[in-house]
């Protein structure tokens, strides 16, 4: 069964940092595509970061220079370091993970595995 859990979310205050964090079981392919996604209140899940097969990242413009995706093989885990946070980061983040390769702009409705989401709340 594959599983992927998020972990890491917090209410801050502007120009904080935080590090969320998703575990991901199950997998059979070695290295599938990983992401962060993001959801604000009344907006459509937005791309973040991903990382492709190769290890290659990937930002949205609205992060980049900000925040760093990172994956730990030897747990299985994916990382998001969140640097300078601002009040429009605050949403409900999510990690997602399938074999088919996506990217930042792909529809969320078309990766096939998620996690439950982890809150972040970003405070001016």
């Known amino acids: 069964q594959i599983k992927l859990v998020e972990s890491g979310g917090a209410a801050v205050q502007t120009g904080a940092s935080l590090k969320l964090s998703c575990t991901v079981s199950g997998m059979t392919h070695i290295s599938p595509y990983k992401g962060w996604f993001r959801q604000g209140s009344n907006r459509e899940r937005e791309g973040v970061a991903l990382i492709e097969r190769d290890g290659t990242t990937r930002y949205s413009d609205s992060v980049k220079g900000r925040f760093t995706i990172s994956h730990d093989s030897t747990k299985n885990t994916l990382f998001l370091q969140m640097n300078s946070l601002r009040p429009e980061d605050t949403a409900m983040y999510y990690c997602?993970?399938?074999?088919?390769?996506?990217?930042?702009?792909?529809?969320?409705?078309?990766?096939?595995?998620w996690g439950q989401g982890t809150q972040v709340t970003v405070s001016s």
């Open positions: 997602a993970a399938d074999n088919p390769p996506f990217s930042i702009s792909t529809m969320w409705r078309s990766i096939g595995y």
